[in-house]
C-alpha cells in the first residue's frame, strides 16, 4: 500500500478503509455483525492496514466491530484513526469519549484521534487542552481535525502541542470546496495531509468524463476518481466498501497510470 509521509515523520497509507454504516448509521445495528467483522478482517489482508472510524459511527458499534476485527492482528500492523463527536469536546467530556472509544476498540491507543466537526459552542483551548493530554498520556499518537474551514486549521495549529496531521473532509471530483475555498492549497503547502470523505458520492461514478477515461484504461469509475484523488499532493482517501470485489478494485486504482491528459479533463469535468 502506497503511503504519505505525515508532518511527524510516520507514513500514513493513502487508501483507509472507512467504516460509515458499518454496525448501523446514527443507531446501532447487529443484524450483520459477523459478516461485517469477516469483512474488515479481509480488508486487512488484502492490504488495508489504515481503518478510519468514529464514536458516532452507528452510536459506537462501528468501533466495536472494528475492534473484534483487530484482534486477529498485531496492533503494531494497523493505523487506526477515530473521531470524538462534536458534543463531546470540553476537556472531561473528550476524556471520557476517548475512554469509550478505546474500550470498543479494544486497545490502549488510537494512531490517529480526529476532532470530528468544530462545536462553537465550545472553546477550542479547551479542546486542545484534553487533545494534549491525551497525546501526553500516550492514549494518542496523533492529532487531526476534520471539517475544519483554513481559519480553524489555524486555531487549531496553533493550540496543538503535536503538529496537526490531517484535516479530514468531504471532497471527489463533485464536490470541489475544499478546492474552492483554500483549503487544499493550505493543506499541501503546510504539509498536512488532506483526508478525503466520501469519494465516490455526489454523483461522481455518472461523471460522463470519469466513464470516458474509465474506458480508455479499461479501469472502472470508482478507480479513475479514486486515482484523481490519490494523485494530488497530500490527498489520501478512506472509501467505505461492503464488496469485497470493490474493495480489491479500489486498492488496484493507486497503480492505474493516469495521464497528464485525463487529469486535466478530470479537473475541469462538472457534474
Known amino acids: 500500500m502506497k503511503t504519505r509521509i505525515l508532518n511527524d515523520g510516520s507514513h500514513l497509507p493513502v487508501l483507509g478503509l472507512g467504516t460509515w454504516q458499518m454496525g448501523g448509521g446514527s443507531n446501532a445495528d447487529h443484524s450483520q455483525d459477523d459478516a461485517t467483522t469477516a469483512l474488515i478482517r479481509d480488508a486487512i489482508d488484502m492490504g488495508y492496514t489504515h481503518i478510519d472510524t468514529a464514536e458516532m459511527y452507528g452510536a459506537g458499534h462501528a468501533e466495536e466491530l472494528v475492534g473484534r476485527a483487530l484482534q486477529a492482528y498485531a496492533r503494531e500492523d494497523i493505523f487506526l484513526t477515530t473521531k470524538v463527536w462534536g458534543p463531546n469536546l470540553r476537556y472531561d467530556d ?4 476517548l475512554d469509550g472509544s478505546l474500550q470498543r476498540l479494544q486497545t490502549d ?66 464536490e470541489r470546496q475544499p478546492q474552492q475555498n483554500g483549503l487544499l492549497n493550505y493543506c499541501q503547502e503546510n504539509d498536512i495531509a488532506l483526508t478525503a470523505y466520501s469519494p465516490l458520492k455526489d454523483g461522481v461514478l455518472e461523471n460522463a468524463t470519469v466513464q470516458s477515461v474509465a474506458r480508455k484504461h479499461g479501469a472502472t469509475t470508482a478507480q479513475v476518481a479514486l486515482r484523481w484523488l490519490t494523485r494530488q499532493p497530500q490527498v489520501v482517501t478512506i472509501p467505505m466498501s461492503m464488496n469485497r470485489t470493490h474493495l480489491r478494485q479500489n486498492q488496484e486504482a493507486l497503480s492505474l497510470a493516469l495521464d497528464e491528459e485525463d487529469m486535466r479533463r478530470l ?3 462538472v457534474a
Not at 487533545?131 to 501526553?136: F, K, P
Request: with cysteine.
Open 94 to 97: 473528550l476524556l471520557r469519549a
Open 109 to 174: 491507543y488510537a494512531d490517529l484521534y480526529l476532532i470530528h466537526w468544530p462545536n462553537a459552542d465550545i472553546p477550542l483551548e479547551e479542546t486542545f487542552r484534553a487533545l494534549n493530554r491525551s497525546v501526553a498520556d500516550g492514549r494518542v499518537k496523533r492529532v487531526g481535525v476534520s471539517n475544519f474551514d483554513v481559519p480553524l486549521l489555524r486555531r487549531a495549529q496553533t493550540l496543538c502541542a503535536t503538529p496537526v496531521v490531517t484535516d479530514q473532509v468531504r471532497y471527489n471530483l463533485h
Open 267 to 269: 479537473d475541469q469535468s
